[in-house]
């Protein structure tokens, strides 16, 4: 006999949608500030876009500082999973960003751009 909803299970387990496992895996990604792997290297220029339409108002145009603390030399003050945390999980008056319009993608770019302001 034909089931469609059955059909239907099938293929979100198939593809991994509605597995406790991942989505486990995805809460606790979420609680230790962890970005999911995701493929190909970091894009400096998206990270640049991202930062002056997001983070520039505050943190000044060239990571100078403003009304936020300066992003210039991040790198030596912050590890990759630190910034990361800051950015899921913001303190202070800093706005929350994350998981829109800042997502995943667009969280390892941003990232990149931060550590290499001098």
Do not use: W
């Not at 190909?40 to 930062?51: C, H, I, N, S, V």
């Not at 990571?63 to 210039?72: D, K």
């Not at 899921?88 to 941003?110: E, F, N, Q, T, V």
């Amino acid at each position: 006999m034909f089931h469609p909803h059955l059909i239907a299970v099938g293929l979100l387990a198939a593809i991994g949608l509605g597995s406790p496992a991942r989505a486990q895996d995805s809460d606790a990604a979420a609680a230790t500030g962890a970005v999911p792997a995701i493929a190909g290297e970091p894009d400096l220029a998206k990270g640049r876009r991202a930062y002056q339409r997001n983070c520039a108002v505050c943190h000044g145009p060239r990571g100078e500082g403003g009304l936020g603390p300066p992003m210039q030399g991040l790198a030596t003050r912050l590890s990759a999973d630190e910034i990361t945390r800051q950015l899921k999980s913001p303190r202070g008056s800093m706005p929350r960003l994350y998981p829109a319009p800042i997502d995943d993608r667009l969280l390892l770019d941003l990232q990149a751009y931060l550590l290499q302001l001098r």
